[in-house]
């Protein structure tokens, strides 16, 4: 019998049993989550299997968000906020209002998701909190309505694909290049039914807000969960974020004779940076093939790289300048904590005297109902993670997608541009290293 | 629900088809199966959801509902009442969530035979896929035993109403 990997180490602990890829497990989850586009339906279902009575199996590990619609851009989309609020005040689930931020930053900031920990969540994002070591992936409203009730969920164990990157990643080159790289090279399917697990050096030097990004994306090859082996780094990170102490436990960490679907090997020193053409993020080539794009919108922000860190690396590039004539730029905070973080750093003034527009934190023209959605033949660069027909607003509207360097070179000229022509920094977890949160 | 084993009209999609296409994200405001059915497709094949009809099915390539996990897309298609989705393969949210709703969902390699217009039917115990245009039945492969377990209580809702009540 081969050992174990990470995935199978999670799922036979949390089933109690001796879980294998392939095999069809129960198992206990720790944190549960949906928002205002995914709750209603869930609250049904929940409703409807509780026959309304509840009550909820882990209260406090059940968290709801406002962070789709927010604020409200609609009637219905206000309605629905209400009903999260009136649920979660019934039920006496942990609620986030609007203006808390996008889902997986407040709970990644909270220390909803730690080591060890398996975190569903009625968003295919859910797979970010692999990041900080905890087995994360979404689910649909029937599954999370009913895991509400009963804190348990089935799950087929997945095979793993492994990606190694061993070396220093060159100037210019950050973990979104790397994995629309990694979407690229296996395809938008490329994962489907698998866990996306990462390693080498290069990643383990990573400080956590990049590793995030690598697992945010796991889920646009299809991937079921995107890991991180944990180590001491996401420990500060949690720590410094919450105050609290927190522990890896013993048994997660993948054994030596552990069997991968397939490992992708790469040296960091050969890697450019990617740009994802539309209208899928397969469609990913070295920042050269598109230069001279022209781009009308720039997007900074999202689950993806919406982070006090990613808003940095673009404020550095723009300071003193304005963007170039004809381009719009919409920067919208992953959580209030970020806001709060670019308030106090002064990067604010950055944008708005650069001429962007700075919105309140939440999802934003990501989910394509408001904040600067595009219109017919708009052409955006994002730091978003989608770029579908249609995704952003018009159906005849295009999305590309980079890192956030690439999106701040980009706006000193209108056009996509090679973020290694400009002077970049790398930043370490702003938290760990003294920014208030 | 109609009944799969009677034939109905094919809509055929690509590949990639994301759950983003299927019901657009500015309709899930609402939970209601029929007012999102009201708008399938809507982006995509604009002339969908007003021209399916209960009984017909919808046909994709590989990777049929990839993207976000919104349980809106299979529910969608449950409220315009279309009797089941045949694909290549399907992405795995989307698979789990069409199972937990009942929605018939069939992986067929053959998929890519069906022509927009085709009538077809769904042998749903022999798992094959007939094609009455053309006279030609294709094989889908059989639902893994958990899940077909799953199915057979009548959906993951009442086999968690049996495993609160202490039935399970």
Same mark, same amino acid.
């Given at each position: ?35 205002d586009v995914t709750g209603p339906l869930t609250f049904d279902v929940?409703e409807d ?20 619609h927010?604020?409200?851009?609609g009637v219905k989309a206000?309605n629905n906020?209400n009903h ?56 649909g409203s029937t599954?999370?309505g ?247 607003? %018009?159906?005849? %509207? ?40 | 629900m ?20 299927i019901i657009p994200s500015r309709f899930l405001v609402s939970s209601d199966p029929a007012e999102l059915g009201e708008h399938a497709?809507n ?6 959801p007003?021209?399916v009809?209960d ?15 919104r349980e809106h897309a299979p529910l969608s298609l449950v409220g315009t009442g279309v ?14 969530n069409?199972?937990?709703l009942g929605l ?65």
């Amino acid at each position: 019998m081969t050992g174990k990997t990470l995935s199978e180490k999670f799922l036979s602990e949390k089933s109690g049993t001796d879980a294998q890829a392939g095999e069809y497990v129960e198992a206990e989850v720790d944190t549960m989550l949906t928002h205002d586009v995914t709750g209603p339906l869930t609250f049904d279902v929940f409703e409807d299997v509780t026959a309304g009575d509840g009550p909820l199996a882990k209260p406090d590990r059940t968290v709801i968000t406002i962070d789709h619609h927010a604020p409200a851009d609609g009637v219905k989309a206000a309605n629905n906020h209400n009903h999260v609020r009136e649920f979660a005040d019934e039920y006496g689930a942990v609620q986030y209002e609007v203006g808390d931020g996008i889902c997986h930053q407040v709970l990644l900031e909270d220390g909803f998701a730690a080591p060890g920990d398996l975190v569903i969540g009625a968003d295919s994002h859910s797979t970010t909190f692999g990041g900080v070591g905890a087995f994360g992936t979404g689910v649909g409203s029937t599954d999370l309505g009913t895991a509400f009730a009963t804190s348990e969920l089935w799950f087929r164990v997945p095979e793993t694909l492994r990606f190694e990157v061993h070396g220093e990643l060159p100037d210019g080159v950050y973990s979104k290049d790397l994995i629309l790289k990694f979407i690229g090279d296996v395809g938008f399917d490329g994962c489907t039914y698998m866990t996306a697990e990462y390693g080498g050096s290069a990643i383990e030097s990573m400080p956590v807000h990049e590793r995030v990004v690598l697992s945010n994306m796991a889920i646009e090859m299809g991937g079921k969960a995107g890991l991180v082996e944990p180590d001491e780094r996401v420990l500060e990170f949690l720590e410094a974020q919450t105050g609290k102490a927190y522990t890896i436990p013993d048994w997660l960490e993948a054994d030596d004779d552990a069997e991968y679907a397939d490992v992708h090997t790469y040296r960091a020193e050969e890697l450019e940076p990617q740009v994802s053409k539309p209208s899928n993020p397969e469609n990913a080539v070295p920042v050269s093939e598109v230069v001279g794009t022209d781009i009308d919108q720039l997007f900074v922000g999202t689950c993806t790289n919406g982070r006090y860190e990613d808003i940095r690396i673009v404020a550095d590039i723009i300071e003193g300048e304005e963007l170039a004539p004809g381009v719009r730029m919409v920067v919208v905070p992953a959580s209030r904590t970020v806001y709060k973080q670019m308030l106090e750093t002064g990067i604010m003034d950055t944008f708005v005297d650069a001429g962007a527009i700075v919105q309140s934190a939440g999802c934003g023209p990501c989910f394509g109902t408001h904040q600067g959605v595009l219109g017919d033949g708009d052409v955006s660069l994002a730091t978003a993670n989608r770029n579908f027909p249609g995704r952003e607003g %018009s159906m005849d %509207s295009s999305v590309y997608l980079s890192s956030p360097a690439t999106v701040g070179a980009s706006a000193l000229y209108g056009e996509i541009t090679d973020p290694r022509t400009v002077e970049l920094e790398r930043y370490g977890d702003a938290v760990v290293e003294g920014v208030s949160s | 629900m109609n009944d799969p084993a009677q034939p109905g009209t094919a809509w055929v999609f690509g590949d990639d088809i994301d759950t983003d296409q299927i019901i657009p994200s500015r309709f899930l405001v609402s939970s209601d199966p029929a007012e999102l059915g009201e708008h399938a497709f809507n982006d995509l094949r604009p002339e969908f959801p007003s021209g399916v009809e209960d009984g017909d099915f919808v046909v994709g390539g590989h990777n049929f509902g990839s993207g976000s996990s919104r349980e809106h897309a299979p529910l969608s298609l449950v409220g315009t009442g279309v009797d089941g989705v045949v694909a290549q393969s399907f992405a795995r949210i989307f698979f789990r969530n069409a199972i937990n709703l009942g929605l018939p969902v069939l992986i067929c390699p053959e998929a890519g035979q069906i022509a927009d217009g085709d009538e077809i039917s769904l042998d749903l115990d022999a798992g094959t896929v007939i094609n009455h245009s053309i006279n030609e039945s294709y094989d889908a492969e059989s639902l893994p035993e958990f899940l077909q377990t799953l199915v057979d209580e009548g959906g993951l809702k009442s086999y968690t109403k049996r495993k609160i009540s202490g039935e399970l």
